[in-house]
């Protein structure tokens, strides 16, 4: 295999298990991705999720291709990403059921329209109103860069949910600057 015009022996990959144990020792942000339009309302938990710019606000989302939800981002366009804070461990925990329903998901918790018409957790640490720009393939996943459209930060909220060893632990947050202390910053 060629990467970057360099021969890469593809005997020298991990196992996948080990990656995964490796992995699950990396602290990641619990967030709960969603999308509605014409495939439907759909929605899960994602700890892939990072920034990517901020000239323009551009952040990327890591989408299983085998997930059932999706298609339902790919033609939909739109992501409403809610990073989630102290108290949401059981709205994670529904959204990364693949046994549950779309509408037993989005009975937990209260959920608001953005406007780009994603659906967006009221009671967010921060949500992130987005629109699909670019789509690139790796392995077994999509890597979805997303252009910010609208962001809500809560003050009500005092730590982040983060993911670390298998386990959801707290992170506090720092004041908000009372410059920001506003609805709509984009």
Not at 68 to 88: K, W
Not at 99 to 109: C, I, L, M, N, Q
Not at 134 to 153: E, K, M, N, Q, Y
Not at 167 to 172: I, N, Q, R
Request: aromatic share 6%.
């Amino acid at each position: 295999m060629q990467l970057n015009g360099v021969a890469v022996d593809e005997q020298t990959f991990v196992p996948a298990e080990l990656f995964r144990e490796a992995m699950s020792r990396l602290g990641a942000p619990v967030t709960v991705v969603a999308t509605d339009g014409p495939a439907g309302r759909q929605g899960l938990t994602v700890s892939a999720m990072t920034s990517v710019s901020d000239t323009p606000p551009t952040v990327l989302v890591c989408l299983n291709r085998s997930n059932r939800s999706h298609e339902a981002f790919q033609r939909n366009g739109v992501v409403g990403i809610s990073i989630l804070g102290r108290g949401h461990d059981d709205v994670a925990g529904v959204f990364a059921s693949s046994r549950r329903a779309p509408e037993e998901k989005f009975a937990s918790g209260v959920w608001r329209v953005g406007k780009t018409g994603a659906p967006l957790l009221d009671d967010a640490a921060v949500t992130l109103d987005c629109v699909i720009e670019d789509i690139r393939t790796s392995g077994t996943h999509d890597v979805l860069f997303c252009a910010v459209r609208d962001i809500v930060i809560s003050d009500a909220i005092a730590a982040g949910l983060a993911w670390c060893g298998r386990a959801f632990h707290h992170l506090p947050f720092a004041p908000l600057a009372a410059s920001l202390k506003v609805r709509d910053t984009v």
